[in-house]
T-cell receptor, first 113, second 115 residues
Framework: GNSVTQMEGPVTLSEEAFLTINCTYT??????LFWYVQYPGEGLQLLLK?????DKGSNKGFEATYRKETTSFHLEKGSVQVSDSAVYFC????????????FGQGTTLQVKP | GAGVSQSPSNKVTEKGKDVELRCDPI?????LYWYRQSLGQGLEFLIY????????KSGLPSDRFSAERTGGSVSTLTIQRTQQEDSAVYLC?????????????FGEGSRLTVL
């Protein structure tokens, strides 16, 4: 079945450090891939997405590239800020599973000044 | 309201009691979803409503769980005879009619604690 695996957290970084959060997936067909973020005390919100292979999603300095050959969608940011501290969720939706996003376990990021 | 609204934000109940959780989606959104967020388990899909179509209930963990959506808007998730393993944050999300790559808008969740 479809599944998403994220690196376990928490990830603790100093401000301005480089961030990578790994995400790999298993899916039939060609899924769309997403990163959602949950800031403290807020609901999940879409951070970025990619709907086909080799697409790069980007937002707020974050990027992720849809790699079909490695079934991955790793999240990166060149210089993190304290305000990026949150829980990050990788997710996929598969054709034929309308409305059903499959989420990873979530990775907590803590950025220290 | 501007976003997805859920109530109550926190609910503590005793094992064996029934609970109802409410979700008010964004106006105009025809798709509504319930997810469960358990510690260390990520987000687990529960149920999906799209317009007047039959809901996709494939994620409901047992027959103690049910959900309805009245008038194509507000939804209620009901858990009967609650168990301790039901303790989790229950998230509601809505979107325009689902299309591949579409965005879900989430509420802040209802935290359920079963003693």
């Amino acid at each position: 079945g479809n599944s998403v695996t994220q690196m376990e957290g928490p990830v603790t970084l100093s401000e301005e450090a480089f961030l990578t959060i790994n995400c790999t997936y298993t899916a039939t067909g060609y899924p769309s891939l997403f990163w959602y973020v949950q800031y403290p005390g807020e609901g999940l919100q879409l951070l970025l997405k990619a709907t086909k292979a080799d697409d790069k999603g980007s937002n707020k300095g974050f990027e992720a590239t849809y790699r079909k050959e490695t079934t991955s969608f790793h999240l990166e940011k060149g210089s993190v800020q304290v305000s990026d501290s949150a829980v990050y969720f990788c997710a996929l939706s598969s054709p034929g599973n309308t409305g059903k996003l499959i989420f990873g376990q979530g990775t907590t990021l803590q950025v220290k000044p | 309201g501007a976003g997805v609204s859920q109530s109550p934000s926190n609910k503590v109940t005793e094992k064996g009691k029934d609970v109802e959780l409410r979700c008010d989606p964004i106006s105009g959104h025809t798709a509504l979803y319930w997810y469960r967020q358990s510690l260390g388990q990520g987000l687990e899909f529960l149920i999906y409503f799209q317009g007047n179509s039959a809901p996709d209930k494939s994620g409901l963990p047992s027959d103690r769980f049910s959900a309805e959506r009245t008038g194509g808007s507000v939804s209620t998730l009901t858990i009967q005879r609650t168990q301790q393993e039901d303790s989790a944050v229950y998230l509601c999300a809505s979107s325009f009619k689902w299309t591949e790559g579409g965005e879900l808008f989430f509420g802040e969740g209802s935290r359920l604690t079963v003693l």
